[in-house]
């Protein structure tokens, strides 16, 4: 293996911020990246947050229908997910491409998403 080999890069390593408290399952960016987060996690606390697989998440009921292979965004404020690019405000502020529909998922149910990193 080459000797500057660091990691397979199947997980970030992340400090819980300010404020926030993180369940395992739970969607988490990592600047332009978004990842789950293995286990729970604290304000201050080291967290691994997994950047590759297929996870369910929940559909927000404002979000709607979503099809296969749909890309799918994460709106850091919400902290759920999102079709939109960007928040529709004036000046409008960027969502995070999370990754595609792995299958189709309804409001109020589970969505199957494909990380993209």
Do not use: C
């Not at 080999?5 to 400090?15: C, D, I, P, T």
Request: aromatic fraction near 8%; glycine fraction near 12%; charged fraction near 15%.
């Amino acid at each position: 293996m080459a000797t500057n080999f660091k990691q397979h890069g199947e997980a970030l390593h992340y400090v819980v911020q300010a404020s926030d408290n993180i369940k395992s399952g739970d969607l988490v960016a990592v600047g332009s990246v978004v990842g789950v987060a293995i286990t729970d996690g604290v304000e201050g606390e080291p967290l691994a947050v997994s950047v590759t697989g297929v996870y369910d998440v929940p559909v927000p009921a404002a979000v709607g229908e979503i099809t296969q292979g749909t890309p799918v965004y994460f709106d850091p404020a919400s902290k759920e997910i999102t079709l939109d690019a960007d928040n529709g405000a004036t000046p409008p502020v960027a969502n995070v491409l999370a990754g595609y529909a792995w299958d189709d998922g309804e409001p109020g149910d589970w969505v199957p998403i494909r990380l993209i990193f």
